[in-house]
Every structure is written in structure tokens, then in C-alpha cells.
């Protein structure tokens, strides 16, 4: 974690729209589905053909100018190390937006066939949007496949496809923990909870000891914290086979079992359900309204930006589990480097995505210069990053805590192609459920059902529980 954040999230609104919402607008897939004529998600090219050293040398030697599509602050220091060790190569930095905007201005370059960046900041949940529009180009005849062992396991499963293909490089990550309000649990004799009923339990005891807080908030608006929580709890809530075939469960088992302690916690007045990362929630942090946040590996650094006042107060823990003899994660967050497949400059293009997420010193600089949790694992292991010892955090190596919740993220999970109707949906079923204090468990039935519906006139073929 940095010591001095001040800098880094001086516009934590700007920070949020990148991190903290589920992105991928509007999206019509119809057309893509018939244009592909189904078969497996991929390039319809297959892997191709390995590019030899020779020609990637030759590559990296002619006068070349790539753009960029980031909305990274300062990353053109990184940048700089792949132009100094690649001097015939310049790259154009574009901001084009973050998130959605991005995200909606590249569909729009990729229909008009023009105006696309060679390479574009792509977050996890986004890939399966741009992979099932062929629309990204399979990095593994440029040599990504040997970066594999080089990242953590459950990230490289997100930037891969059914076949083997690499669509991206991870860049940085959100595993998700638990920060707490060190002196509001000593002061109500509240134990770190280690299993969901024990969180419930120290829910209800702090709020009746005091009504004006809450042991957390679980924002009505945040889907990406819902899909976190569902993550770590095993659920498996999209599961696609080849470019048309989906099964959707956002309303199985272990879904119900969520929306029921969620549900139940928030029709019971004891947890709070305001929007986040607005003006009210951050002085809800600050003047200590919440006990806890339950948020990705990235929530250190972002709250000793925002909610100075509490400095010295909050440490990290693991979040509670639904079964402590299986230990679990899920994660919020984090993003990648895609080479767009248009590209004329593929080799350079792939070149400088493998350059930038995986090259120590530009790695490192992400997580000290972006405050980035990191995706590879060498600097997991870093002691020097590790070792990090925060004063906002009372001296405890929040670094370490998180890089231990990093090892146990299911790699399995999966993001559907549509995430923008998803977020879309869920907000105005079970979000709604849960900011109105009524049937939570109504609303993932109502979720299911909207979902199910849109995917089917999208062209897919969808499985139920």
C-alpha cells in the first residue's frame, strides 16, 4: 500500500467509474451471433501460425507508431521503458474514456472499421464482450502462452479462452477482503468475524449498541460487489459454451443463499444499502457511519485517499467464509492490456502487451506509481511490497493480507457476454429489493427472468438450473 496517497486518488469519482462500476454498455450481439454462425468463442482464424524470433526482431526494428487506448494516469512512465528498450517503436496514449465510454467508442470504431486503437485497457468482465465479436487478437503466436506461469493462476483463466487462446494480459487485480474499523470493534467488543454468522451476529450487536452505525454497507447500485460476494461464495452464475450457448444462474442455490443473509440483514435495518462512491458514503466513511467495507485489493489505497480522517484506524482482514474449512475469494476489479485484431501492427501491438504487464520494472511501477494491486506473481512474493507497513492501517501489512486472499480465487468464474444488461438488470431487481427492504429473494427469480429473456433475443441459446 503507498504511504501517500494524496496524489494518486486526488479524483476518486474518476477512479470509481474505472474500478468500482460494472462497465460494457449497450450492446446488440444478434448480428455478431448470425455473423459467426456459432461454433467455439475464438478467432475464427484459430491460433495461427507462430511468428519466428526473426520476424518479431525485424518488427520491433521498423519505424512504427502504435495507439494506445488507457485511461491509466501517468502510465506513459511505463510506456517509456518499452520505447527505451524498443526505440523504433512509438506509442500514442488515448484516453478514450474509462469503462463504458471506452468501451462504447471501440464498439463504435470496430463497426465503422476505422478509428480503432491498436491496443486498449480492458478490464476482466469485459473480454467475453469483444472475444464473441472476434474483435481481439489471440496472442498466442506472439509468444503469451510462455507468460502463463508468470501471473496468478485465476487471472490468466480470465484472459483465456475455452481453447487455449490468450486474449489479454492481466495488469492488475481486486481480490476481495474485508477493512474494519479497529477502534469501533474494540470499543463494542467485537471480534473480527471469521464465518458469515458471525458477521451477522456483530452486525445486530453494533447497531443495536449504537443505531447511528452499521457493521457495512452493501450498496443497492453496486453489482460488481454482488458478483464479488457470489464469486467467493462458489456460485457459478454464467457458464458459456462456444459463441451462443449460455447457462444462466442467478437465482440457483447458492445465489438464494446469498440473497437470503443479504436480503434478511438489510429488511432488518442492520446493514446500510446507500449508493456508493458519492458524496454521502464518503462522509459516511469518514465520520465513521461504517465498521467495515468489503471491498477489493485496490480499497486500501483508495480509502486512505478518501477517508483521511480515520487515519490509524482501520486495518485489513480476510472476509468472513461460508464454510471455514474451504477458504475462499472472490474479486472486484482489475484490468488487462487486449490487442485489438485489427491491428496492422500485430507483433508490435503484441509485443507491447506482453512488454507492459510482465516486465518487472513496469510492473512494479503500476503498483507504486498507480497504487495497483499486482497480477504477477514475482511481486506478490516482492518482500518489499509485502513489507509495506502503512500508518493508516496502524502499521499492518495490508499488502501481505490481500496477496494471501489473492491465492484462493476460484479460477473457474465466468463473465457473461452481456455484463452491461446484467448490471442493468440486477440493479433494478435485486439492488432494488435491497434499497426497498423487501423480497430479495423475488428479485433474483425477477433478475433470472429478465436476463434470460434479453439473452434469448440476443440470439442465445440459454440452460437454466
Given at each position: 500500500m503507498p504511504r501517500n496517497t494524496s496524489t494518486s486518488m486526488s479524483d476518486p469519482s474518476s477512479m470509481s467509474r474505472r474500478l468500482f462500476l460494472a462497465t460494457t454498455g449497450a450492446l446488440s450481439l444478434g448480428a455478431a451471433l448470425t455473423a459467426c454462425g456459432g461454433g467455439d468463442s475464438g478467432s475464427?482464424?484459430?491460433?495461427?501460425?507462430?511468428?519466428?524470433?526473426?520476424?518479431?526482431?525485424k518488427a520491433m526494428k521498423t519505424p512504427t507508431e502504435l495507439t494506445f487506448w488507457t485511461w491509466?494516469?501517468?502510465?506513459?512512465?511505463?510506456?517509456?521503458?518499452?520505447?527505451?528498450?524498443?526505440?523504433?517503436?512509438?506509442?500514442?496514449?488515448?484516453?478514450?474514456?474509462?469503462?463504458?465510454?471506452?468501451?462504447?467508442?471501440?464498439?463504435?470504431?470496430?463497426k465503422?472499421?476505422?478509428?480503432?486503437?491498436?491496443?486498449?485497457?480492458?478490464?476482466?468482465?469485459?473480454?467475453?464482450?469483444?472475444?464473441?465479436?472476434?474483435?481481439?487478437?489471440?496472442?498466442?503466436?506472439?509468444g503469451a502462452s510462455a507468460l502463463k506461469s508468470a501471473f496468478v493462476d485465476w487471472t490468466w483463466g480470465q484472459v483465456s479462452g475455452s481453447k487455449g487462446e490468450v486474449w489479454a494480459i492481466p495488469q492488475d487485480t481486486g481480490p476481495m477482503g474485508m477493512l474494519y474499523r479497529h477502534d469501533i470493534f474494540e470499543k463494542h467488543g467485537i471480534e473480527v468475524p471469521k464465518t458469515w454468522d458471525e458477521f451477522a451476529s456483530a452486525a445486530r450487536k453494533l447497531h443495536k449498541a449504537d443505531p447511528g452505525i452499521y457493521l457495512t454497507n452493501l450498496a443497492a447500485n453496486q453489482v460488481a460487489a454482488w458478483h464479488g460476494l457470489l464469486w467467493q461464495a462458489g456460485g457459478k452464475p454464467y457458464v458459456t459454451s462456444?459463441?451462443?450457448?449460455?447457462?444462466?444462474?442467478?437465482?440457483?442455490?447458492?445465489?438464494?443463499?446469498l440473497g437470503a443473509y443479504w436480503g434478511g440483514l438489510a429488511k432488518e435495518g442492520v446493514i446500510g444499502v446507500e449508493p456508493d462512491f458519492t458524496d454521502s458514503w464518503y462522509a459516511a466513511l469518514n465520520k465513521g457511519k461504517y465498521a467495515t467495507w468489503l471491498t477489493g485489493a485496490w480499497g486500501p489505497a483508495f480509502l486512505s485517499g478518501s477517508a483521511k480522517a480515520t487515519s490509524g484506524k482501520w486495518r485489513a482482514a480476510p472476509l468472513p467464509q461460508w464454510d471455514t474449512a474451504k477458504p475462499s475469494a472472490g474479486n472486484w476489479g482489475g484490468s488487462t492490456t487486449a490487442v485489438i485484431r485489427s491491428t496492422k501492427n500485430p507483433i508490435a501491438a503484441a509485443m507491447f502487451a506482453q512488454f507492459l504487464n510482465s516486465d518487472p520494472a513496469s510492473a512494479k511501477m503500476f503498483a507504486t506509481e498507480q497504487f495497483f494491486f499486482p497480477a504477477t506473481k514475482a511481486l506478490l512474493a516482492d518482500p518489499s511490497f509485502l513489507g509495506d507497513a502503512p500508518a493508516f492501517y496502524g502499521g499492518q501489512k495490508v499488502n501481505q493480507v490481500f496477496a494471501d486472499i489473492s491465492t484462493e480465487v476460484d479460477p473457474s468464474f465466468q463473465w457473461p457476454p452481456f455484463l452491461d444488461q446484467a448490471a442493468t438488470d440486477w440493479t433494478e431487481t435485486v439492488g432494488k429489493s435491497l434499497a426497498d427492504k423487501t423480497d430479495t429473494l423475488r428479485g433474483l427469480g425477477t433478475w433470472q427472468s429478465r436476463l434470460?429473456?434479453?439473452?434469448?433475443?440476443?440470439?442465445?441459446?440459454?440452460?437454466?438450473?
Open positions: 475464427s482464424s484459430g491460433a495461427g501460425k507462430p511468428v519466428s524470433q526473426a520476424d518479431i526482431d491509466v494516469p501517468n502510465i506513459a512512465k511505463e510506456v517509456a521503458l518499452f520505447e527505451a528498450k524498443y526505440p523504433a517503436v512509438k506509442v500514442k496514449i488515448v484516453n478514450a474514456g474509462q469503462g463504458t465510454p471506452q468501451y462504447t467508442k471501440l464498439r463504435t470504431a470496430l465503422a472499421g476505422s478509428g480503432a486503437p491498436d491496443m486498449v485497457q480492458m478490464e476482466f468482465q469485459a473480454i467475453p464482450t469483444f472475444t464473441i465479436t472476434d474483435s481481439l487478437l489471440d496472442l498466442r503466436p506472439y462456444g459463441k451462443s450457448d449460455i447457462t444462466i444462474s442467478v437465482d440457483d442455490a447458492v445465489s438464494k443463499k434470460t429473456t434479453y439473452a434469448k433475443g440476443q440470439g442465445f441459446t440459454v440452460k437454466t438450473p
